[in-house]
């Protein structure tokens, strides 16, 4: 079986896996909300490396796997409002919910400051347009201030802006006519360049801004690269063996990152078409790691405000329950209605477009870059 072969079904493992990763994340989260990591650090180094590689290669596979599914989403859909209006309905509602909710909701509950003072504060009304952006990460006043991670309302939607960026810069790609297979080589070798150049081959005085951009990109491009060659991908083991064994001999090394993140990668692409039978009813359930993600961060930060001193192994099982109740709910009343409305919002897009082509003077087009 090739990656091909995999895409044309709907069958398949992808909304579980997503989910294990989401929630792999959250009990890593747990330990840093709930102030363990010293102690971890301290006295199980090891065991606290093996996590956060982990976590932080799920992180990874999540923009292969976007990579993968939104450019099978542009190619089948070949058209730029199409996909602009599927981007922004699976980003956006979501965010906002959650942005709306801890701005007006759990932040007046949890403030140090008397409820008058917290909704005088510009802060608090700049919040749901920031964060809701996707493009910011804002606090709120005197919001889960004396927290072990103090002040971060909702830290992990730091890399929402990444996905926004990797969307953009599909889109842009599409637009130029390089998203196809002949001409595909020359791209992922300037990105691989770039890759390599930024991660190795320099001083890197900002790399907290620097290096998530990069390795986050590289990773949009290998799943774009998956999906245009796959129908040249096969689908066994011996891709996880390869990444799996340099793995462990680049362990020590700055590529430890990316050839975990191609061990990940592979055993997913197996997990996620092989596998049949009853693991495949989780599809029903819907797509719930997204907001699971967006969710388990305050969640996580407002239970330990109220119980700080929750025994871990509850601690952790607590959060993952209501992120997952609030995601099924998100998912049933918010996301999939939302996704329902895609096509209105396009051909709303495409008559926009089309009214700034005419007063402009500019003939419609009629053949996309693609296309042509």
């Given at each position: 079986m090739t990656v091909g072969e995999g895409l044309q079904s709907?069958?398949?493992?992808?909304?579980?896996?997503?989910?294990?990763g989401a929630l792999f994340i959250v009990f890593g989260h747990s330990i840093l909300l709930t102030g363990r990591y010293e102690a971890l650090h301290r006295d199980s180094p090891f065991l606290l490396a093996g996590i956060e590689l982990f976590a932080y290669t799920f992180l990874h596979i999540f923009f292969v796997f976007s990579g993968l599914m939104v450019a099978m989403s542009l190619d089948r859909r070949q058209s730029l409002a199409n996909y602009a209006a599927a981007r922004v309905l699976?980003?956006?509602?979501?965010?906002?919910?959650?942005?709306?909710?801890?701005?007006?909701?759990?932040?007046?509950?949890?403030?140090?400051?008397?409820?008058?003072?917290?909704?005088?504060?510009?802060?608090?009304?700049?919040?749901?347009?920031l964060a809701g952006s996707g493009l910011f990460v804002p606090g709120l006043p005197a919001v889960f201030t004396d927290m072990p991670i103090a002040g971060r309302v909702n830290l992990p939607t730091w890399t929402v802006r990444f996905e926004i960026v990797c969307y953009c810069g599909l889109a842009m790609v599409w637009l130029l006519g390089l998203l196809r297979p002949a001409r595909l080589p020359l791209l992922l070798a300037i990105g691989?360049?770039?890759?390599?150049?930024?991660?190795?081959?320099?001083?890197?005085?900002?790399?907290?801004?620097?290096?998530?951009?990069?390795?986050?990109?590289?990773?949009f491009m290998i799943g774009t690269a998956i999906y245009f060659y796959r129908h040249h991908i096969p689908i066994n083991g011996w891709p996880l063996l390869l990444f799996g064994l340099l793995t462990f001999l680049f362990y020590d090394t700055g590529w430890r990152q990316l050839m975990a993140t191609l061990a990940f990668t592979s055993a997913i692409l197996w997990l996620g078409f092989v596998p049949k039978g009853p693991i495949l009813a989780y599809n029903r359930v819907g797509e719930l790691s997204y907001s699971v993600y967006l969710?388990?961060?305050?969640?996580?930060?407002?239970?330990?405000?109220?119980?700080?001193?929750?025994?871990?192994?509850?601690?952790?099982?607590?959060?993952?329950?209501?992120?997952?109740?609030?995601?099924?709910?998100?998912w049933n009343l918010l996301e999939r209605p939302a996704l329902q409305r895609v096509p209105?919002?396009?051909?709303?897009?495409?008559?926009?477009v089309a009214r700034v082509r005419w007063s402009l003077g500019m003939r419609p087009r009629h053949s996309t870059p693609a296309a042509e």
């Amino acid at each position: 079986m090739t990656v091909g072969e995999g895409l044309q079904s709907k069958a398949n493992n992808f909304n579980l896996l997503r989910m294990v990763g989401a929630l792999f994340i959250v009990f890593g989260h747990s330990i840093l909300l709930t102030g363990r990591y010293e102690a971890l650090h301290r006295d199980s180094p090891f065991l606290l490396a093996g996590i956060e590689l982990f976590a932080y290669t799920f992180l990874h596979i999540f923009f292969v796997f976007s990579g993968l599914m939104v450019a099978m989403s542009l190619d089948r859909r070949q058209s730029l409002a199409n996909y602009a209006a599927a981007r922004v309905l699976r980003i956006l509602p979501p965010l906002l919910l959650v942005s709306v909710t801890l701005a007006l909701v759990v932040g007046p509950f949890v403030t140090k400051l008397a409820i008058p003072a917290y909704f005088a504060d510009p802060q608090t009304w700049l919040y749901v347009p920031l964060a809701g952006s996707g493009l910011f990460v804002p606090g709120l006043p005197a919001v889960f201030t004396d927290m072990p991670i103090a002040g971060r309302v909702n830290l992990p939607t730091w890399t929402v802006r990444f996905e926004i960026v990797c969307y953009c810069g599909l889109a842009m790609v599409w637009l130029l006519g390089l998203l196809r297979p002949a001409r595909l080589p020359l791209l992922l070798a300037i990105g691989t360049a770039i890759y390599c150049y930024s991660m190795y081959g320099i001083e890197v005085h900002n790399a907290e801004v620097l290096i998530p951009r990069v390795s986050f990109g590289m990773c949009f491009m290998i799943g774009t690269a998956i999906y245009f060659y796959r129908h040249h991908i096969p689908i066994n083991g011996w891709p996880l063996l390869l990444f799996g064994l340099l793995t462990f001999l680049f362990y020590d090394t700055g590529w430890r990152q990316l050839m975990a993140t191609l061990a990940f990668t592979s055993a997913i692409l197996w997990l996620g078409f092989v596998p049949k039978g009853p693991i495949l009813a989780y599809n029903r359930v819907g797509e719930l790691s997204y907001s699971v993600y967006l969710w388990h961060w305050p969640i996580g930060q407002t239970l330990f405000s109220l119980a700080p001193g929750l025994a871990f192994y509850v601690y952790f099982p607590l959060v993952a329950l209501l992120s997952v109740a609030i995601a099924v709910l998100s998912w049933n009343l918010l996301e999939r209605p939302a996704l329902q409305r895609v096509p209105r919002l396009a051909d709303w897009l495409e008559q926009r477009v089309a009214r700034v082509r005419w007063s402009l003077g500019m003939r419609p087009r009629h053949s996309t870059p693609a296309a042509e």
